[in-house]
């Protein structure tokens, strides 16, 4: 993963320097990777090339990712905020997209962005970028997360060494879409890896923070699910339900259900794992697999949406897709039984 000496570093380079109000751009319900990586982005632009950059997402931050903004790094999102995002990005001279392959993936900001003379870059690593809205894209699928592809640009782009909280940002960000790991590990995330921390960077602190900082509530919310909720299917696949009733019976807030989707592929025989998580007029699906079975096609096919060979998402609205919320379970089984033969 050498970048040096490539002509769209050459270009993002000239840009940069071009450039002085920066906005970067993540999708919507930001992850740990979206946030990583343009933590990573917004610190650099400021540290190293003292750029006014801002992060923009289209969603208020987790709180359980809130721990990765660190202070001196304006962070803006549209839901809080629409007036102030919309002049942000009107008056934006350059603008990125980290962690998102297409700009409706930023849902509401898209026709802001669209219609913003901003010179616009893409750095992400889900397949088919948009090269339709981005002139310059940085597109590696064979990578872990956004984070590590950013790693590798900003290495390239230098100067040498990064500033250590933008490494510390990278190193979070990867650890979330790798599931510490577990996932999309290449020879390169290693070496990314084993780079940062030999600068310096805390690994222990991060893991603590993604890992072992949990609220109760959210581990017993897991204990039910997998006592209760968890539906196996013969055909080797599984889903579960989170209704709006269970997500307030326990106070569940937003974030704090990321990994369940992941606990089914523990079992032996279980190829693929579904999670329905009841929002306003639809279902947010999260999808994994494991190899051989295609979590990408069956969040295309069936879910309005896409992502990774082994982690999708998607949405599932009633009524649609389906009549009432509680007609959601009959048809995923449908659809599963008939996916996964
Ligand atoms: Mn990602």
Redesign the pocket.
Known sequence: MDFKGSQDIQTLKEWLSGANRITILSHTHP?G??LGSSVGMGLYLREVLGKDAVCLVPDPVADNLQFILPEGLPLMDFKTCPDACRERIAGSDLILLL?GNNLSRTEALEPLVSASNARKVLID?HIGPDREHFPLVFSTPEIS??SELLYWVLKALGPQPLPLGCLQALLTGMTT?TNNFANSVYPSTFRMASEIIAAGADRDAVIGQLYNNYRENRVRLFGVMQAHGLKLLPNGTAYMILTREILTRFDIREGETEGLVNVPLTIGGVRLSLLLKEDQGHFRVSIRSKKGTSARLLAQEHFHGGGHENASGGKLYFPADVPTPGDAAALVEAILMQYCR
């Open positions: 992850d990777d979206a962690d690593h997360s956004a879409d």
